[in-house]
Structure formats: C-alpha cells, structure tokens
C-alpha cells in the first residue's frame, strides 16, 4: 500500500508533504488509516533536512512510503522550478526504515518494462534482491587448444584495414533485474499517471517558467469532486500537443484534465497570438 495513492486525493494546494510541514499534512490521510508512526515521522524529518542540506531544490517533499514484507520504501522528490522552462524538474530518493539515508533513484530503463508488468508479488523492502538474474555461459567442453601468439597475429585483422562502411555491432549485454530497478519503474509510473494539482495552484510566468500560486487557498467545496478542476503535474505527452506547442501559431496558457478510461489525461487549451 502506498500513502502517496491517498495523498493524491488530497484537496490541499499542495498534495505531497512539505518536508517542514509532515505532521500537519499527515490529517489528510490518518482517516484512511494508513500514516506514518512517531519514530518514522521523527526519522523522515531528520533525513529531509540532511538531504535538503547537501542538494539544491527549490522544494523537497514527501513523496510516500511503499510498504514491503520485510520493510518499507520510503520516498522523496525534489523540484527545481527557477531556469526550467515551462516545467519544473523532478528527481526522486530513496530509502529504507533499516537506515533512513536518502540515496538517488536511477530513471526506471526501458528494457524492464515487460518484466515489471509481469510481476504481480509485493516488494520485500530488500533493494539488492534479483528478481531476475543473468547467469553466465557455462564453461565450453572440449575447448579447442590454445593458440600461440603467433597464431593470433596471423589471424588478427587490424582496424585500418576494414572497409569503411562496415559497422561493427555491438550487443547490449543481459542485465539482471533487481528490485530496486522495479521500484524506479512503479514510482515513476505512479507519479506520471496519479500526481495531479487542483486548478489555480500553480502559475505560468512571463519567462516561461512554472511557480506555486500564493494566493490560491483551496478549491471550492462545489469544485471538490470536479475533475474539469485537476491538472497532471507532468510535461505534455501527446505528439500532436508537442506539435502544436512548438508551432508559432499558438500559445498555451496551461494544462487541463478531462475524463477518459482513466479519467485524468492531460490536453492542452490553445489561444491563437495576436
């Protein structure tokens, strides 16, 4: 179970936990029942600050915990709005209830997508644990003899006298599959397809870049259940908005969320230049 799916749910102007702020943030999920014990609120706090201390964010917050059988996953993001154009910059950390030391999460590779949604089993909270493991080729029997070095001379083709227009291909060697390769992959995946922000709390500059909006206090009570009133906090996925936005006949003034299967899907609202 993971506290960030109830934290989306949130109505607060900003839907993760402040790093300053947790115990506060924390009423909006206790109902639910799944929040954060004394020692891992005291733990958290002091391993935010010590990671804010040695990074350069412009916001460091709590992203959530993902519960494992033999321990959890506890994880941050940290956000770099200012030289960012249009959208602020995101890199997640992570860490265990064994040390409570924030440590960078690689970006989840592509080559482990299959075997992700593959997997239907709980994490253990063990990061180095192979999920799969790539065995090296057994020994070949009745290897021939080895050859002498005069051999190999002979043999050897240099490399200024192969044709130009020959490529050498070189094979990806087979990696192994680790947890923590899988945790990259569902934090990702979860942040892309749930992380949304209501209508009003952030802002676009005049320089193109992305701020909180101070004077936003919350969405009204009527809106609340609206979801013409949430946006993705991500950049555009769809190739004819990317189009769209690099053309000069349009201009977007912000993203905007509209139902579909899933009910949140980012569209673009476009106003023609004068």
Not at 33 to 41: F, Q
Not at 189 to 200: K, Q, R, S
Not at 227 to 254: C, G, P, W
């Amino acid at each position: 179970m993971c506290i960030r799916d109830r934290l989306t749910q949130s109505t607060c102007g900003q839907a993760l936990m402040d790093m300053l702020n947790i115990d506060a943030n924390l009423k909006h999920v206790a109902a639910c029942g799944d929040t954060l014990n004394l020692d891992e609120r005291i733990q958290l706090k002091l391993a935010l600050l010590k990671l804010q201390q040695g990074m350069d964010f412009d916001e460091l917050l709590f992203w959530g915990r993902i519960r494992g059988t033999s321990g959890d996953y506890y994880i941050a993001i940290g956000l770099n709005y200012k030289g960012q154009y249009e959208f602020p910059k995101k890199k997640f950390y992570w860490t265990t209830s064994a040390n409570y030391e924030f440590k960078p999460l690689e970006e989840p590779k592509n080559l482990h997508k299959e075997k992700v949604e593959e997997l239907e089993t709980a994490f253990t909270g063990k990061p180095d644990t192979f999920i799969h493991k790539e065995e090296q080729a057994p020994p070949v029997e009745n290897a021939p003899p080895v050859e002498d070095n005069k051999d190999k001379e002979q043999k050897e083709v240099k490399k200024e006298d192969l044709d130009d227009t020959v490529e050498i291909v070189k094979k990806e060697p087979p990696t192994s599959f680790m947890e923590l390769d899988r945790l990259a992959y569902v934090i990702c995946a979860i942040e892309n397809d749930t992380h949304v922000v209501p209508e009003g709390s952030f802002k676009l500059l005049p320089i193109h870049e992305i701020r909180r909006n101070e004077s936003f206090k919350g969405l009204d009570k009527r809106d609340i259940k609206s979801l013409d009133k949430y946006y993705h906090f991500r950049n555009v996925q769809l190739q004819e908005k990317k189009i769209l936005i690099e053309t000069n006949a349009v201009s977007y003034t912000h993203l905007r969320a509209h139902e579909t299967s899933l009910h949140l899907v980012c569209r673009l609202l476009l106003e023609k230049k004068k």
